[in-house]
Structures are given as C-alpha cells and as structure tokens.
C-alpha cells in the first residue's frame, strides 16, 4: 500500500534518549498528515542521533510512503 502527505515534524514524539551503536539519540514517531478528510498515521521513523532531534533539523515535505501492515495473532 501506498500513501502520500506530509510529515508533522512539529507534532513528533521522541522516545528517549537512547544508546545505539555508540550514539546517543531518540526513537522517533511522527504524523504524517495525509489530506483533507483523509485520516492521518502514526509513522515509526526509528532511530534518530541527537542532533537530529529538534524539528527544525527534519525540513517538512510531501513524501510518499510504502506501508507493511501486519495483523497480531491472537
């Protein structure tokens, strides 16, 4: 599946700080807003360094994105 919009750097969440490989840095999550009456998603953009943590450092812009969707078993 395909979906297009923007991403909402100004509404992210950062999980953190976190260690990986050596780097101080944030699980980050953000919005992406796909539309006018379309419903917006919660993306896992994953491991971020620390000096990418500010949303000034992520420029805001329309972006196409591949979704893997997954059912839990029960």
């Known amino acids: 599946m395909f979906v297009t919009g923007t991403l909402d750097h100004e ?3 950062e999980l953190g700080p976190k ?4 780097q101080l840095g944030y699980h980050v999550f953000t ?4 539309g006018e009456g379309q419903d917006t998603i919660i993306v896992n953009r994953g491991f971020v360094k620390r000096e990418y943590k ?9 972006v196409r994105l591949v979704l893997f ?5 029960s």
């Open 54 to 62: 500010e949303a000034e450092s992520r420029p805001a812009s329309l």
């Open 19 to 22: 260690t990986r490989d050596g």
């Open 31 to 34: 919005p992406l807003v796909r």
């Open 69 to 73: 969707l997954a059912c839990a078993g």
């Open 11 to 13: 509404h992210s969440i």
